[in-house]
């Protein structure tokens, strides 16, 4: 077995441990560069890829290894280099050309250094849009959030220069936002000329629109290419928008092309962003993705002592179970939970137990209790998210585009409402229960590998149970 063949089959152990996202971020560019008296050195595109392998998934590799050469391998090491020809991956045409512009604009092994686009003073520039209970030292790191942060952070240390564009997804309340303007103070706080600018995707195209009928183009072009750090937050609403796509991807170019750190955030990877331009979904794939998770136990624990601290209120541990236990949904409904307890208290004047936690709780009912959920509602979320009309997901046609989404729906008329087979076969267009059965097992037994469908699934309970 040659060294290729060898890291193939390395990598293809690999990518069944790994989430898919992890998976591609840290391993796409990866080979090893030599095999000899029982070294093994992984080439690696950069520095930080070598410091998150070692310290991530040095013992997986080596294991992995080991047991591919039975015991051969006796240590594996990393460097920084890349690999001439390598046959690892056929690249798109797509592909050839970003890294064509990619490799004359820069490479990872020759980073440029971060220079501000002027010379003004920390107090002639403020940072826009940035809110400053967002920064790196309240943010709690647990296993679903801690590569979008070290990628946060390796940004943040050198912009422009590691992971361009960084794009980080997932549901809502998990910590994005805090994340994204995080990486702007950071930046200003090692650069205080830096022109950091922070904007909703929302407040770019509203802001897009108002120069173009207002005959301020010039304007909106300065505003938003003259920066050295660009954050959008929830790039997801410029689909549809084909005017406001043509001049987010001019400026992401122009930026791009000048060195600037650009970080976005979105609610779902590129490629699951319907009505989103294939280029610029070739531009967001450019730098990393780095996808953010529901918090574990341990970390909603580590948010509440957080939050707790920063309102001066002291919590027993046995009652911020409580509140973890109760709440898993996401960030912001964990310190909404939080802010209840403690105000039913300070109004009673009184200090929290067990059973006043409790009772507290069990008054934020959460949306499934406050609604009444139909399968009538619950067809109309699916279809609307994949842009169908209902009467063809009902309808007998077995088209892939309409076959999944009909499985989602009955896997979530399963998993959410309890429905019976027969009801929601019914439910569906009359069709038998064997059929309802089958698509609640697909849809299951894809959940542990398929990401894009998790974050689907997420992103259609949050809207499902939407106040």
């Given at each position: 077995?040659?060294?290729?063949?060898?890291?193939?089959?390395?990598?293809?152990?690999?990518?069944?441990?790994?989430?898919?996202?992890?998976?591609?971020?840290?391993?796409?560019?990866?080979?090893?560069?030599?095999?000899?008296?029982?070294?093994?050195?992984?080439?690696?595109?950069?520095?930080?890829?070598?410091?998150?392998m070692?310290?991530?998934?040095?013992?997986?590799?080596?294991?992995?290894?080991?047991?591919?050469?039975?015991?051969?391998?006796?240590?594996?090491?990393?460097?920084?280099?890349?690999?001439?020809?390598?046959?690892?991956?056929?690249?798109?045409?797509?592909?050839?050309?970003?890294?064509?512009?990619?490799?004359?604009?820069?490479?990872?092994?020759?980073?440029?250094?971060?220079?501000?686009?002027?010379?003004?003073?920390?107090?002639?520039?403020?940072?826009?849009?940035?809110?400053?209970?967002?920064?790196f030292?309240?943010?709690?790191?647990?296993?679903?959030?801690?590569?979008?942060?070290?990628?946060?952070?390796?940004?943040?240390?050198?912009?422009?220069?590691?992971?361009?564009?960084?794009?980080?997804?997932?549901?809502?309340?998990?910590?994005?936002?805090?994340i994204?303007?995080?990486?702007?103070?950071?930046?200003?706080?090692?650069?205080?000329?830096?022109?950091?600018l922070?904007?909703?995707?929302?407040?770019?195209?509203?802001?897009?629109?108002?120069?173009?009928?207002?005959?301020?183009?010039?304007?909106?072009?300065?505003?938003?290419?003259?920066?050295?750090?660009?954050?959008?937050?929830?790039?997801?609403?410029?689909?549809?928008?084909?005017?406001?796509?043509?001049?987010?991807?001019?400026?992401?170019?122009?930026?791009?092309?000048?060195?600037?750190?650009?970080?976005?955030?979105?609610?779902?990877?590129?490629?699951?962003?319907v009505?989103?331009?294939?280029?610029?979904?070739?531009?967001?794939?450019?730098?990393?993705?780095?996808?953010?998770?529901?918090?574990?136990f341990?970390?909603?624990?580590?948010?509440?002592e957080?939050?707790?601290?920063?309102?001066?209120?002291?919590?027993?541990?046995?009652?911020?179970d409580?509140?973890?236990?109760?709440?898993?949904?996401?960030?912001?409904?964990?310190?909404?939970?939080?802010n209840?307890?403690?105000?039913?208290?300070?109004?009673?004047?009184?200090?929290?137990?067990?059973?006043?936690?409790?009772a507290?709780?069990?008054?934020?009912?959460?949306?499934?209790?406050?609604?009444?959920?139909?399968?009538?509602?619950?067809?109309?979320?699916?279809?609307?998210?994949?842009?169908?009309?209902?009467?063809?997901?009902?309808?007998?046609?077995?088209?892939?585009?309409?076959?999944f989404?009909?499985?989602?729906?009955?896997?979530?008329m399963?998993?959410?409402?309890?429905?019976?087979?027969?009801?929601?076969?019914?439910?569906?267009?009359?069709?038998?229960?064997?059929?309802?059965?089958?698509?609640?097992?697909?849809?299951?037994?894809?959940?542990?590998?398929?990401?894009?469908?998790?974050?689907?699934?997420?992103?259609?309970?949050?809207?499902?149970?939407?106040?």
């Amino acid at each position: 077995m040659d060294t290729y063949e060898l890291w193939q089959s390395a990598l293809g152990e690999l990518e069944l441990k790994l989430s898919k996202a992890n998976f591609t971020t840290w391993f796409r560019q990866t080979f090893i560069s030599i095999f000899h008296d029982g070294e093994v050195i992984i080439g690696v595109p950069n520095t930080f890829t070598k410091a998150w392998m070692e310290k991530k998934y040095h013992r997986e590799i080596t294991m992995c290894l080991q047991n591919l050469t039975n015991n051969t391998v006796k240590c594996v090491s990393y460097k920084v280099e890349t690999q001439q020809g390598s046959p690892q991956e056929i690249p798109t045409k797509e592909e050839l050309r970003a890294a064509k512009e990619q490799e004359e604009r820069s490479t990872y092994t020759d980073l440029p250094s971060f220079t501000p686009s002027h010379t003004l003073t920390h107090q002639e520039i403020e940072p826009v849009g940035l809110n400053d209970r967002y920064r790196f030292s309240s943010f709690v790191v647990g296993k679903q959030n801690e590569l979008a942060f070290a990628a946060a952070q390796a940004v943040s240390a050198q912009p422009g220069g590691v992971y361009n564009p960084l794009f980080i997804y997932g549901g809502v309340g998990l910590g994005k936002t805090h994340i994204l303007q995080g990486i702007g103070h950071e930046i200003r706080e090692q650069n205080p000329a830096a022109n950091i600018l922070y904007a909703t995707c929302e407040r770019f195209t509203n802001e897009f629109i108002d120069a173009v009928r207002g005959g301020k183009a010039k304007e909106f072009k300065d505003r938003y290419r003259n920066v050295d750090a660009l954050l959008i937050d929830d790039i997801q609403f410029i689909t549809a928008k084909e005017r406001t796509q043509e001049e987010f991807f001019h400026t992401f170019n122009h930026l791009h092309q000048s060195n600037k750190q650009i970080v976005i955030t979105s609610d779902r990877p590129p490629k699951a962003i319907v009505g989103l331009e294939q280029r610029l979904i070739s531009r967001f794939n450019w730098g990393m993705l780095a996808d953010v998770g529901n918090p574990d136990f341990e970390t909603r624990i580590a948010i509440l002592e957080t939050k707790a601290r920063e309102k001066n209120y002291l919590m027993d541990r046995e009652m911020l179970d409580v509140i973890a236990t109760h709440i898993t949904a996401n960030v912001r409904e964990l310190e909404g939970a939080l802010n209840k307890v403690i105000a039913f208290h300070q109004f009673k004047n009184s200090q929290p137990s067990l059973n006043s936690v409790q009772a507290v709780l069990s008054t934020l009912q959460t949306a499934k209790n406050i609604r009444s959920l139909t399968p009538r509602h619950l067809i109309h979320i699916v279809s609307s998210y994949y842009e169908l009309q209902i009467d063809d997901l009902l309808g007998k046609s077995r088209e892939k585009r309409l076959a999944f989404p009909r499985q989602i729906i009955m896997f979530l008329m399963r998993e959410e409402m309890k429905s019976s087979y027969p009801s929601i076969g019914q439910a569906l267009g009359g069709r038998d229960h064997t059929t309802a059965m089958h698509a609640y097992e697909k849809i299951s037994g894809l959940l542990d590998s398929d990401e894009k469908l998790r974050q689907d699934l997420e992103i259609l309970k949050q809207r499902i149970y939407a106040h």
